[in-house]
């Protein structure tokens, strides 16, 4: 794996981390995706079991939370031009 990838996983764990750590989701759960409407965030993720919930911030979003939603977002669009 390139450093470059490297690098990108890594922060895309980390704002995945950002946003449903923040709600109280374990390390298990994973961001499918997530959208900012607003000053809110709603999005969906899924249990290592592959089991989907819904989620959306509680507060207005911080400035930690939106750059989290720019990475995640990042990688939807990487995803889209991949496919």
């Known amino acids: 794996m390139t450093p470059a990838k490297e690098d990108f996983l890594e922060e895309h764990v980390r704002a995945a981390d950002i946003l449903l750590g923040g709600l109280g989701f374990g390390e ?6 997530v959208t900012l409407e607003g000053e809110r965030f709603f999005g969906r ?24 939603i720019e990475i995640l977002g990042r990688k939807d669009q990487k995803k889209v031009v991949n496919e």
């Open 28 to 33: 298990d759960a994973q961001v499918i995706e």
């Open 45 to 68: 993720g899924k249990w290592a079991d592959g089991e989907e919930f819904s989620f959306e911030s509680e507060d207005e979003v911080t400035d930690l939370e939106k750059w989290a």
